[in-house]
Each structure stands twice: as structure tokens, then as C-alpha cells.
């Protein structure tokens, strides 16, 4: 896929219906980021997720997905984990910086976020990463315009974090469309030159999601084929929201 991949136009009503998706994946993530204590594992932080999902009648969109199929029903990345992190036995401690994915489907309709959580007292240089990262993430939001560039979004989010500081933006794992699928086109890089690509549209709907670290931007999988953690050991954030562009601007639908 390449920044050219179409983006397809969704309907009110489609819209609408994504926005209740959206809803229980932002209820679900609050409900996260306040069991994010020391002390709380991450298993247990995945089971509170999915009874919480299937509670609004949704089922989650990460458990079972790809190959291998992913475990759970939240990606819970740790420290330098920046993406993808599964699930474990693993508790939480004090100083700790706690990024949670979640996807949840409705009736069919699909919706993703993350957000970065400080677990406990946390080092105040980590704090500004994740508040970098998170307003590199409405950077991105506000260029979701109609008549705008697709590569306006990333553009705004690179501008946005390097304005901030020294940080490594991830160029290999990028945003993406989403509705009845997950994943679907076109790629949004949180990099490149403005003015690019093809022209957002009311009914475009993407997923927004840069992902930083407090060293080099590169990464490894680790053994278990999911978890993308820092090559330089250094820690990251991770923050998403689902958006879609209306007549009155981009609309968060992942909020709860």
C-alpha cells in the first residue's frame, strides 16, 4: 500500500454506527487507565477489557487476529514495548509508562485507540514524551480536513513532535483506514512532506496513531512474533484515536 491508496467515503448513518463502536472502545480505555495501578497485571488488565466489551454487546476486534493469532484483547505495551505488547502474567509497577491499544466491532462497524497511561509516580522526562506523542496526535486530527492531503496528517505530526524535542517517530508501523475491517486503505505515516496523496474527503474515516520513543526510531519484534519494542532499549508512547472528516470538521469516534 502506498500513500495513493484510495480512502473510501462513508455514509452518515456508517459514521454514526462507528461512533457507537468508538464509544466502547473510549468507555473500555478509561476504564483502563484508572485499573492501571502498581500492583495490577497486565492478564487482568486484558480480562477487564473484554468484559467490558462484550458488556456493550461488542466483541473485540485484536483477539484472534492475524497470524499468529493475537492472544488477547488489548495490546498492552510496556516501557520500550511501543506496539503490540501481549498480555501477561507481568504486574505493573510504580514509575512504569503503560501504552493500551483496544479495537472493539459493532453491529459490524469497527473502532481503535490507544492511549499512553503513567503508572504511578513516573519520570517527568516520560510524561512530556507521552504528552508529545498525544498532541502529535491532534496535530494529525486537525489536518484531517476536507480538501486537504492525506500526507497533511502526517506532515502536522512530525512537524508537531519535532517542534517538541528529540524523539524518534516510527516510520514502519503507521495509521491506517478503518470501518468494517480493522485494517483497511490507505496507510498514514506519521512523516513525510505535505500537499501529497490524495485529497481527504467528508466520509473518510482513519485511524491516527504516532507512535515516539525517548531514543532511535528502531525497532525489533520480539520472540513472540507481536511485541515491537525499542532496539536501543530506550521507551515509548503510543497514542490513537478513530476520526472521521464531516461537514464540520474531523470528529473523534473513539470517545466514551
Not at 452518515?12 to 483502563?32: F, K, P, Y
Not at 485507540?113 to 498525544?134: H, M, N
Request: with cysteine; net charge negative; aromatic share 4%.
Amino acid at each position: 500500500m502506498s500513500l495513493f491508496d484510495r480512502i473510501d467515503v462513508k455514509t452518515a448513518d456508517q459514521i454514526a454506527l462507528m461512533r457507537e463502536a468508538g464509544r466502547v472502545v473510549g468507555v473500555t480505555l478509561n476504564l483502563l487507565r484508572e485499573a492501571a495501578v502498581p500492583g495490577i497485571s497486565l492478564r487482568a488488565l486484558d480480562t477487564l477489557a473484554e468484559e467490558s466489551i462484550r458488556s456493550h454487546g461488542a466483541v473485540p476486534s485484536f483477539l484472534g487476529y492475524g497470524r499468529p493469532p493475537f492472544p488477547a484483547s488489548i495490546c498492552a505495551s510496556v516501557n520500550d514495548v511501543v506496539v503490540h505488547g501481549i498480555p501477561d502474567d507481568r504486574v505493573l509497577q510504580d514509575g512504569d509508562l503503560l501504552s493500551i491499544d483496544c479495537g472493539a466491532i459493532l453491529a459490524g462497524w469497527h473502532g481503535d485507540a490507544a492511549i499512553t497511561v503513567a503508572v504511578g509516580t513516573v519520570d517527568p522526562k516520560l510524561l512530556e514524551l507521552s504528552a508529545v506523542c498525544e498532541a502529535s496526535l491532534h496535530a494529525g486530527i486537525a489536518a484531517m480536513v476536507d480538501g486537504g492531503r492525506l500526507s497533511d496528517i502526517g506532515a502536522a505530526v512530525e512537524a508537531c513532535i519535532e517542534a517538541a524535542g528529540d524523539y524518534g517517530i516510527l516510520e514502519d508501523y503507521t495509521g491506517h483506514g478503518i470501518g468494517t475491517s480493522m485494517h483497511m486503505d490507505p496507510q498514514v505515516p506519521n512523516y513525510g512532506d505535505p500537499g501529497k496523496g490524495p485529497r481527504l474527503k467528508v466520509g473518510n474515516v482513519l485511524a491516527i496513531e504516532p507512535m515516539i520513543t525517548a531514543g532511535s526510531a528502531r525497532t525489533r519484534v520480539l520472540d513472540d512474533d507481536w511485541s515491537v519494542a525499542t532496539a536501543d532499549g530506550s521507551w515509548a508512547s503510543h497514542w490513537e484515536h478513530t476520526v472521521a472528516i464531516t461537514a464540520q470538521g474531523p470528529q473523534i469516534l473513539t470517545l466514551a
